[in-house]
């Protein structure tokens, strides 16, 4: 395992308050009714759900849904997602960059290790990731996402591939030297998981008979501009190349037709409707 540091830059402040889980945080029928939305056939392919597809056995993998159904845009902008990021990132300067849906079927692979912020080519936001489980996780056999929060903000350079012997041997270094643990075992639909972009995550293989389903909301807050490649000189050489092929999917369903250094968000990613609720900013 390698932990050094980068030229991207790391937000201490929202290092600590932006990670946990929340129980109940949208009624159950709503979820319910978001999941037949997504469940829908798409009439295409993006490139980087392609990707990601081939990437993990098993995996099924959409992003974007909230273009083609009014209702999830709603959802995602006006209601409870909306008013998490909002109430989370104590502002109103809140834009959706995407949603993407996640079937892992019995026999998915892993996934990996990683920070949101590594892929996601933008400079100068914050990101938050919100993660709604569609049905429920009841045990380890059905890969709960796992949450390790390092002592201090830190961009961690770590083997970008599925080897199962270094996802687990990375779970006992990180057991040993006490980092704080998160887990999403026991969530149902109606609850959510949160974290920043920053966030070191990932799951074991999915071993459950049914399949595990989820839909994921990332918000950006702020204005940054588009920065493609980041010098990532430090990191293993499958991580710069993972990097490098999301960025550039991400470039393409995101952001389409903007350039390096280009203003972000663009008119591709819509600002959200609600402001933070003063009790809890």
């Known amino acids: 395992m390698m932990t050094a540091s980068c030229c991207l830059s790391v937000p201490a402040a929202a290092w600590i308050d932006r990670q946990g889980v929340m129980r109940e945080f949208c009624a159950a029928n709503k979820v319910e009714r978001i999941r037949s939305l997504i469940q829908q ?17 098993h995996w099924d993998f959409r992003e974007n849904l909230w273009k083609d159904h009014p209702e999830l845009e709603r959802w995602l902008l006006e209601e409870e997602p909306a008013q998490l990021a909002a109430d989370l990132l104590c502002s109103d300067r809140v834009w959706l960059l995407r949603d993407q849906t996640y079937c892992k079927r019995p026999g998915s692979e892993l996934t990996p290790w990683h920070q949101d912020a590594l892929f996601i080519p933008v400079e100068g936001c914050e990101f938050l990731t919100i993660w709604i489980p569609l049905s429920s996780i009841r045990s380890q056999a059905d890969a709960p996402l796992e949450y ?4 201090h903000p830190c961009c961690e350079l770590l083997d970008g591939g599925s080897s199962s012997s270094s996802h687990r041997k990375n779970r006992r270094t990180w057991t040993a030297d006490g980092r704080d643990h998160t887990t999403t075992l026991g969530l149902k639909p109606g609850d959510c998981s949160y974290h920043d972009g920053w966030t070191l995550h990932g799951s074991d293989c999915h071993e459950a008979a049914t399949e595990r389903l989820a839909i994921v909301a990332v918000y950006g807050c702020g204005e940054g501009v588009l920065r ?37 968000p663009s008119h591709h990613n819509p600002w959200i409707r609600c402001s933070p609720r003063k009790e809890l900013t």
């Open 41 to 57: 056939p798409s009439a295409s392919e993006s490139s980087l759900e392609a990707s990601v597809r081939g990437y993990g056995q």
């Open 228 to 264: 493609l490649a980041p010098a990532m000189s430090l990191a293993p050489q499958s991580l710069r190349g993972q990097s490098h092929l999301l960025r550039e999917g991400l470039h393409r369903s995101c952001f389409p037709g903007l350039r390096e250094g280009d203003p972000v």
């Open 148 to 151: 390790w929060r390092a002592p």
